[in-house]
């Protein structure tokens, strides 16, 4: 009933930009936070960027003045702009959120998307 979709990522040159998108299954009224994490090879799965449902925002230091998240709350969607990207920035983006409700009442916690993989090349 839960799922999480991504899409936007590929393959980019080192300085420039991707769009990546997020969305949640139409079944689900509303989610609390939305987040951006992501998993280079051999290493753990980190925080990228956060956004509430009131819009309170939180960014990685690595991401501070590169990144922006956004979301839309009437279509449970969530957006990252990345800007000026950098070879070091290559992973597996995964979208998360940490908990919502579903039209029929039920609740939900801590779902993944599949991951998108971003590459930036040198």
């Known amino acids: 009933q839960v799922q999480l979709g991504e899409s936007g990522g590929g393959s980019v040159q080192a300085g420039g930009s991707l769009r990546l998108s997020c969305a949640a299954s139409p079944r689900i009224f509303s989610i609390n936070v939305m987040a951006w994490y992501r998993q280079a090879p051999g290493k753990q799965r980190e925080l990228v960027a956060e956004?509430?449902?009131?819009?309170?925002?939180n960014y990685a230091d690595s991401a501070l003045g590169r990144f922006i998240i956004s979301r839309d709350n009437a279509k449970n969607m969530v957006f990252l702009q990345m800007s000026s990207l950098k070879p070091e920035d290559t992973a597996v983006y995964y979208c998360y959120a940490d908990r919502g409700q579903l039209y029929n009442g039920d609740y939900f916690y801590d779902y993944w998307g599949q991951g998108t993989q971003v590459t930036v090349s040198s």
């Open positions: 956004i509430t449902r009131g819009g309170a925002l």
